[in-house]
């Protein structure tokens, strides 16, 4: 079921008032949202898309104030970085409330929170009135959905509802930041880059492996982002050595060195032309991929710095160990 009209929001609305599951778009990807605060909802989001339970979740509000619904204490630097980019795509960590429940926060004693920049998720959490757990709309460990159909494709039969709101437009998950401590520290990179980040809180950091390995942040330490089909990361201006098995896809800023590695030619090319229209069209390229039955996925690599971080980081996880010989990533 699609719900499109400002009737289907309100409607939506009161599905996760009394504990449902709602699909909806944000700025950047789809989020299965639930009631923050009824354990028993968020535990149905964990079912729906068989999630690690261990996994942290984030809680979107709609509006500032809903702030101090959810976290005990904000800092002084959480202020500075909610003032800079909020609505947007960074979701700050704070101390959390007693009554927000362990399910969310994967027994933490701190809850990430974030305000999209999307009309129509603001609407719908201006509207439900109440903070609202949501992880990326997809089975667990699948490439995130940028697309009402691709919610639907995973999990359809999984929910109460999905509301249409186009395609993103970032099209990968937000920046996290930890501000529990002395120091703000990025937990995963995301629509946020770094260096703006760091025009407001220039001491800023990012987490060491073994930060993350504790699973401070949402989505930073199980399985993510994967297609069926396998991917490679490969390097601007080289040809694979040995050769790849023929009818495989191409995603990046240039065109393959050899379109066909010597084989047959590629069963799909897409150039882009910068790292943000990359961002925003990669797991919508995966799915694509997957619907014609490709095996192979062969993405180009991007300089470090700016949105390249967040792309490089879901390329290396959709890719896993995975790479081609003679090829090296940034």
Known sequence: MVVTSTKDIEWAARIL????????????????????????????????????????????????????????????????LMNAFWPGPLSIVLPRRWDVPDVVTGGRDTVAIRMPDHPVALRLLQVADVP???????????????????????????????????????????????????????????????????????????????EL??????????????????????????????????????IGQSEPADRGYGLTPWAKIEVVPDVETYARRIFAFFRECDREGIAHIHCENVQPGGLGEALMDRLRRAAGDDSIPGYTGP
């Open 132 to 210: 609202v757990a949501a992880p990326s709309a997809n089975r667990s460990g699948a490439p995130s959905p940028t697309t009402s159909q691709a919610v639907l494709e995973d999990l359809g039969d999984r929910i109460d509802g999905v509301l249409e709101g186009g395609v993103p437009r970032v099209g990968l998950e937000s920046t996290v930041v930890d501000c529990t401590g002395i120091q703000p520290v990025v937990l995963r990179h995301g629509g946020i880059p770094l260096e703006e980040l760091r025009l407001v809180e220039p001491d800023i950091r990012v987490a060491t492996t073994a």
């Open 17 to 80: 008032r009394r504990g449902g599951l709602i699909a909806f778009p944000t700025e950047t990807v789809y989020g299965l949202g639930a009631h923050a605060l009824l354990p028993e909802a968020v535990r149905a989001i964990f079912k729906a898309k068989g999630r690690p339970s261990d996994n942290p979740l984030i809680v979107h509000i709609g509006r500032r104030e809903d702030v101090s619904r959810i976290a005990r204490d904000v800092p002084e630097s959480a202020l500075r």
């Open 213 to 250: 390995g504790a699973g401070r942040s949402p989505g930073a330490r199980h399985v993510h982002y994967r297609p069926r089909a396998r991917v490679w990361i490969v390097t601007p201006g080289d040809a694979a050595q040995g050769g790849m098995p023929p009818g495989s896809a191409w």
